[in-house]
């Protein structure tokens, strides 16, 4: 604990933006969302599979997974999400500044979202809005006769801010009865609380001023990551933490924890060059 007694903390988390005619928007990670694993266990009865019967786990599993994969959850403006998008909303140019504010009204998300392009853009604006539900583990039997008598499934489930764990374990056990599955326990295996660190410090208007110094058509904008840093560990002590990384580029995005995940040599150099500025100015 002695050594997290700083007021500050530059992260990982941000730093990803877009690039556009007038200028390259770079996202700085003020807030995260919440995290919620779970396993959803579902037992049923064992024997031969020559001889199928209604009774099997792993069909179960496999409704549960398709019906929490094409779960839509309410859209949602939180704060951190208002933010990010009156901030993007006159630099981006997929739609009018005026239709993409649209997106602040729950009733219009919908119709705004859907003309957007399909890729990031919509995971991004769809990941800010909802609480979300990916399956990323399922296990079952240890041979092809064998029908199991348990299997299980895992699910990275990711809250906004005010939405607790006991309330996506409860919105995962309505969706999947509504879906008629059946015979399943639902357990939470890891969770952190959303976090969020303020706007208005010295800080962060050093930052944006040094990445001004390095990119004259920059814009900064406050977002809220989907995916969980060690930020919220430190804003739990009280700490400003902030997450960047130099690269405005929303394919960026679509390479984290996939194929070809890496930052180019020219947004390195400019991202070292930036922090160095940064902590020089603000550090004397």
């Known amino acids: 604990p002695d050594k997290l007694k700083a007021r500050y903390v530059i992260n990982e988390g941000g730093g990803l933006g877009l ?59 939180t704060e951190p999400a208002e933010k990010f998008i009156r901030g993007l909303a006159a630099a981006q140019e997929f739609v009018s500044a005026a ?15 859907g003309r957007l392009p399909a890729g990031i853009i919509q995971q991004v604006l769809n990941a800010s809005l909802r609480n979300t539900f990916t399956p990323t583990i399922a296990k079952a039997g ?36 509504a879906r ?28 944006e001023n040094n990445l001004k110094k390095h990119d004259p058509t920059a814009l900064l904008i406050p977002y809220m ?18 997450g960047m990384q130099m690269e405005s580029s929303l394919e960026s995005m679509e390479r984290m924890h996939g194929h070809n995940e890496r930052i180019s040599i020219t947004n390195l150099v400019m991202g070292i060059k930036v922090l160095f500025d940064t902590m020089r100015e603000f550090c004397v």
Request: aromatic share 8%; with cysteine; charged share 15%.
């Open 19 to 77: 690039a556009t005619k007038r200028g390259n928007v770079h996202f700085c990670q003020v807030a995260e969302k919440g995290v919620c694993w779970v396993r959803i266990t579902f037992s049923g009865t064992p024997g031969h599979a020559s001889l199928p019967h209604a009774n099997n786990c792993v069909v179960e599993m496999g409704k549960a997974i398709e019906a929490l994969s094409s779960y839509e959850s309410a859209w949602v403006v």
């Open 99 to 113: 239709e993409f504010l649209q997106l602040l009204d729950p009733t219009s998300c919908s119709s705004v979202w």
């Open 142 to 177: 240890t041979k092809t006769n064998v029908i199991p008598a348990e299997c299980f499934c895992e699910i990275d489930c990711r809250m906004l801010p005010g939405v607790k764990p006991h309330e996506i374990q409860q919105a995962i056990s309505d969706i999947l009865t």
């Open 180 to 207: 008629g599955c059946k015979n399943f326990t639902i357990t939470i295996l890891h969770t952190s609380l959303p976090s969020s660190s303020p706007l208005d410090t010295p800080l962060y208007r050093v930052i």
């Open 225 to 242: 990551s989907s995916g969980a840093t060690d930020s919220r560990f430190f804003r739990e002590h009280g700490i400003v933490a902030y």
